[in-house]
């Protein structure tokens, strides 16, 4: 066995799915997202976007290599998924790709492939979520998967539900097709989207996408956070939405889910730790805290104020912001106590602001 078969044998056993390409620029791609960055859609999002002359001219960043050799690694463990009915109420504090260190396998068949291409003497090199390549562009012209509505990238009998990872190498591998498969006249994804965010089949506003506003900078907008619910990081319902991916979902344990006020108890350190994996600009945890108030107002229970309360003394005023909104939220005597006696004492207008918003919906 030799070439492309040892590279297929070695992905399938890790249980991934494998395709080739080669590093031909991604013209389309590099105009949708120019498109996207113009009309503000992207909403300041970096990686691929940051620079999409780069991330879509491959061979910018790899002049050596002729192929990409690109794998889908489902993610979905016993236990991930929900059932068949998909109940509304079915949404999880964290979403399924970022609720442990899911790359795991990735990285495992990457390394196995890059690897058996070195012993060849090949050159390569391992990438995925990486500003220098649009994954899902690569993982589509690779025969892979095909374009979603939801923009997702989508595979046969996977749905949405696997990561995309890369090596590219200097190895002369024959290409594999595209497939020809789209998602037809499904549009399941876009009325599933809490915000709406998905405002058009493949057109994705990046500014309501509680994806990434929970990973963005700044203050969530007032106008998303009652959709972004007990969401702490993360938003996957328009995954779950997806009939290809329904063979990938089971019944998960409602115990996967996090509490947000534990979230609120951790240090910066222990933040760190635990949310390892998850991207946090700058590894400011201030941003997870920002989230986790949102998540405990929707959460509206009374045995929660004196917690959030305490963050009205917080001396970032993000979080005081937060922590204002929050409790107008749960509401109730106690809240009102809270706000009136911190208003005094603010001198942040945006806080201020908050704090008089939250007391009117008393």
Not at 137 to 142: G, K, L, M, T
Not at 208 to 220: E, W
Not at 321 to 346: D, M, N, R, V
Request: net charge negative; charged share 20%; glycine share 10%.
């Amino acid at each position: 066995m030799s070439g492309i078969a040892l590279l297929r044998s070695i992905a399938e056993s890790h249980g991934a799915r494998m395709g080739v390409t080669d590093l031909a620029p991604f013209a389309d791609v590099e105009a949708d997202i120019r498109q996207r960055n113009d009309s503000g859609m992207s909403g300041g999002l970096g990686f691929t976007y940051r620079d999409p002359s780069l991330s879509s001219t491959p061979q910018a960043s790899f002049p050596w290599a002729t192929n990409i050799v690109v794998v889908a690694v489902p993610y979905l463990r016993e236990g991930d998924g929900v059932d068949g009915a998909k109940a509304q109420n079915a949404s999880r504090s964290v979403a399924r790709f970022a609720d442990g260190d899911r790359y795991e396998a990735l990285r495992r068949v990457l390394a196995d492939l890059a690897e058996a291409m070195s012993k060849g003497g090949a050159r390569t090199e391992v990438v995925f979520d990486d500003d220098r390549l649009i994954d899902r562009a690569v993982a589509v012209r690779a025969g892979i998967a095909w374009w979603g509505k939801s923009t997702m990238a989508l595979a046969p009998g996977l749905g949405p539900w696997f990561l995309i990872g890369n090596v590219v190498t200097d190895t002369t591998l024959q290409a594999t097709e595209p497939m020809s498969r789209s998602c037809g006249t499904c549009i399941a994804c876009i009325p599933a989207c809490p915000t709406g965010a998905i405002i058009e089949p493949g057109v994705l506003d990046a500014r309501r996408c509680l994806a990434a506003v929970f990973q963005s900078r700044g203050a969530i907008p007032i106008e998303l956070r009652v959709a972004a619910g007990s969401r702490v990081y993360g938003c996957d319902e328009c995954l779950v939405a997806c009939p290809p991916g329904d063979r990938e979902i089971r019944v998960f344990p409602a115990s996967d889910t996090i509490d947000p006020a534990d979230v609120l108890c951790l240090s910066d350190a222990e933040m760190d730790d635990q949310f390892a994996h998850w991207y946090v600009p700058g590894r400011n945890m201030r941003f997870v805290r920002r989230n986790a108030l949102v998540a405990i107002g929707n959460c509206a229970r009374g045995s929660d104020v004196n917690l959030v309360a305490g963050y009205l003394g917080h001396p970032d005023p993000l979080l005081r912001q937060h922590a204002a909104w929050a409790l107008g939220t749960i509401g109730g005597a106690s809240s009102e106590a809270a706000l009136a006696g911190a208003l005094p004492y603010e001198d942040e207008p945006e806080v201020r602001m908050e704090i008089s918003w939250a007391r009117s919906r008393g």
